[in-house]
Antibody, heavy 121, light 108 residues
Framework: QVQLQESGPGLVKSSETLSLTCTVS????????WSWIRQSPGKGLESIGY???????NYNPSLKSRVTISLDTSKNQFSLELYSVTAADTAMYYC???????????????WGQGTMVTVSS | SYVLTQPPSLSVAPGKTARLTCGGN??????VHWYQQKSGQAPMLVIY???DRPSEIPDRFSGSNSGNTATLTISRVEVGDEADYYC???????????FGGGTKLTVL
């Protein structure tokens, strides 16, 4: 059974960089999409972006200028960096695996439990 | 970018049928995926590729998709089905996954 686990600071200061890592166990990195999704308190789901097992990335247009997602196949991990954060970035951050082949991801079939990140001033 | 529209709430009595809708321009041409999110938990996939069901999901859950509306149908609704439900598609024009705003299903 594939399992995903997010890790990283729960508190980030405004204007700094939010960094999270997702560790994948119980399955192969290939050939899947590895994604970050967030949910602001009381709100809906928002896709941040993905990295495909080949290394190809793509990001939500609304966040594209502030986001980097990377993959470390040797560690079975992928990471999120969100730069210049504000209070609006306070959210539960989920990592997830998506099915599908290029050109894009389909359904998110496995999810991490999520990690809450608060941006403080 | 592509927009998915879901009614914010739906109430249904136990044992009845719940039909949750997801509207989008020509959504019938896309693969739609549905997630159940219970309070305090991560979302869980319940329907993928519009009508396929993961093996662990009961056959009370079914999906359809045509025209401008995709539908998640839950038959013989149980109290344990109370949750937020989200639809999702991949928007090829922006190469980005899009979620609907979610429907809160209340089982009265």
């Amino acid at each position: 059974q594939v399992q995903l686990q997010e890790s990283g600071p729960g508190l980030v200061k405004s204007s700094e960089t939010l960094s999270l890592t997702c560790t994948v166990s119980g399955g192969s990195i290939s050939p899947y999409y590895w994604s970050w999704i967030r949910q602001s308190p009381g709100k809906g789901l928002e896709s941040i972006g993905y990295v495909y097992s080949s290394g190809t990335t793509n990001y939500n247009p609304s966040l594209k200028s502030r986001v980097t997602i990377s993959l470390d196949t040797s560690k079975n991990q992928f990471s999120l960096e969100l730069y210049s954060v504000t209070a609006a970035d306070t959210a539960m951050y989920y990592c997830a695996r998506a099915l599908g082949a290029p050109p894009g991801p389909d359904a998110f079939d496995f999810w991490g439990q999520g990690t809450m990140v608060t941006v403080s001033s | 970018s592509y927009v998915l529209t879901q009614p914010p709430s739906l109430s249904v009595a136990p044992g009845k049928t719940a039909r949750l809708t997801c509207g989008g321009n020509n959504i019938g041409d896309k693969s739609v995926h549905w997630y159940q999110q219970k309070s305090g938990q991560a979302p869980m996939l319940v329907i993928y590729y519009s009508s396929d069901r993961p093996s662990e999901i009961p056959d009370r859950f079914s999906g359809s998709n045509s025209g401008n509306t995709a539908t998640l149908t839950i038959s013989r609704v149980e109290v344990g089905d109370e949750a937020d439900y989200y639809c999702q598609v991949w928007d090829s024009s922006s190469d980005h996954s899009v979620f609907g705003g979610g429907t809160k299903l209340t089982v009265l």
